[in-house]
């Protein structure tokens, strides 16, 4: 248990250090994005400035999920608290969705709305400030996806996922700007449309992976295969009878069913059940719980060396 709370410990530490630095870097770019936008005249770097603060408080949904994942089981809650971190992850992803249809809206009523000429054209700055933006949200969502498979982190994940969205933004404000300036002011709406299908995509990503831990999913093929290897493999173990998995936020809980010789003192039993527990648990870090139960099985014995056991 004290190795599990200090994982557990280590982890929301992390998140918090990843959440901090999102939460700088978001409040420096908004500034700088609405400033350039007001400067050069440029109303999809101001939208864009805006899709950035969203992301604030996003990062704040993730800390919020983190501080309540990390709290030790209590009376009430005797397996934890793992699956807060899920419902952050639902709720960013529901963020996620409401603001790639926002974009996608915008773009679409200003494709129907026909009145092209009446837009403003940007001036050059705002290119600089897309290119920007487009380049320091890409980073950070790598380092938020390095550090959130780091932590098998779901909520960190999402918020990855949040930065990269508001890279596609950044990337049709540039084309949009850029298309506005060589007389295409098309290609702004255009543009918008698009990325609302990539963020619409990621916000289901998100939300099917997050649901999917909370309704107790078994895991994935591969590491049953090797944790049934394993199983069959421990010094006792005749047969396995069960093998059933679930995930329970990050984490994972294993049930086993093995089966040893009827024969067998209940203390060696006990040791053969308790080997298999600490082996699956030494192997797979994702295992928060494993409970083994044993089936006395009846070995058959060889007709024959039985008959000349008996005449000696």
């Not at 983190?66 to 030790?72: G, I, L, V």
């Not at 971190?85 to 996608?104: D, N, Q, S």
């Not at 990539?198 to 999913?217: P, S, T």
């Amino acid at each position: 248990m004290e190795n599990e709370v200090l994982n557990s410990q280590s982890s929301k530490k992390i998140i918090m250090r990843v959440s901090n630095i999102s939460i700088v870097v978001n409040v420096l770019l908004s500034a700088i994005k609405f400033v350039v936008g007001v400067i050069a005249n440029s109303g999809a770097m101001i939208s864009d400035a805006i899709h950035s603060v969203s992301d604030v408080f996003s990062t704040i949904i993730v800390m919020i999920g983190a501080n309540a994942a990390a709290k030790d089981p209590d009376q009430e809650h005797p397996y934890g608290h793992d699956r807060m971190e899920c419902i952050a992850a639902i709720v960013l992803a529901i963020v996620l969705f409401i603001t790639g249809i926002g974009v996608g809206i915008t773009g679409v009523k200003k494709i129907f709305g026909g009145n092209y000429g009446d837009l403003a054209v940007p001036g050059a700055l705002a290119l600089v400030a897309a290119v920007i933006s487009i380049v320091v949200k890409e980073g950070m969502f790598w380092y938020t996806r390095f550090y959130g498979k780091k932590v098998d982190s779901t909520a960190l994940l999402a918020d990855a996922w949040h930065h990269r969205s508001d890279a596609l933004s950044s990337v049709g404000s540039f084309i949009g700007i850029l298309g506005a300036r060589l007389g295409f002011p098309i290609c702004d709406p255009l543009a918008s449309v698009v990325i609302c299908l990539f963020i619409v995509k990621a916000a289901y990503n998100i939300c099917k992976e997050a649901l999917d831990k909370m309704v107790d999913k078994s895991c994935d093929d591969e590491t049953e295969r090797k944790m049934s290897d394993l199983i069959k493999s421990q010094e006792g173990v005749i047969s396995l009878d069960l093998l059933m998995t679930r995930m329970f936020g990050s984490k994972l809980y294993v049930d086993v069913e093995i089966g040893a010789d009827e024969n067998t003192p209940l203390r060696d039993s006990h040791a053969i059940a308790e080997n298999v527990h600490n082996a699956i648990e030494a192997n797979f870090p994702k295992v928060k719980h494993c409970m083994v139960h044993v089936n006395p099985v009846e070995l058959k014995i060889d007709s024959g060396a039985a008959e000349d056991e008996n005449l000696e």
